[in-house]
């Protein structure tokens, strides 16, 4: 299965793999699953992390090398996201959970995540 990676999930794998959710955990460790993380992830933590966020407080940079590095899949962010924008409800306002979601819709992925609030739109969405 693809699987697209959040935020929040990417970064306890990246840096604090004890917090976790069990259940990330599995769907991480399963060598059926494909791992994939977004340009919009990478945007996020960059602009967290420029405003002294204190829970994105990385280098984006170093982020995606070492995402790399143990074989995630990048996905960037394309037209065909951004359009799909407008099929979403407004149940979400954080534009990175959104666009997370526009992601998964149109690459037939399953989008990972452990935020309650984007766990209730419809569509590919395993909540951990």
Not at 12 to 38: M, Q, T
Not at 63 to 86: F, K
Not at 92 to 103: E, M, N, T, Y
């Amino acid at each position: 299965m693809k699987l697209l990676l959040d935020t929040h999930i990417l970064l306890w794998a990246a840096g604090y793999p004890g917090e976790l959710p069990p259940g990330a955990l599995r769907l991480l460790e399963d060598a059926e699953n494909v791992l994939y993380f977004s340009a919009a992830s990478l945007w996020e933590v960059a602009t967290k992390s420029a405003s002294k966020k204190f829970d994105f407080d990385l280098d984006a940079r170093i982020l995606r090398q070492g995402l790399l590095d143990n074989d995630y899949l990048e996905l960037p962010i394309r037209g065909l996201h951004a359009v799909n924008i407008d099929s979403l409800p407004p149940i979400h306002k954080d534009p990175f959970d959104r666009i997370l979601l526009a992601q998964a819709i149109g690459e037939g992925m399953t989008l990972v995540t452990a935020d309650s609030v984007l766990a209730r739109y419809p569509g590919p969405i395993t909540k951990v």
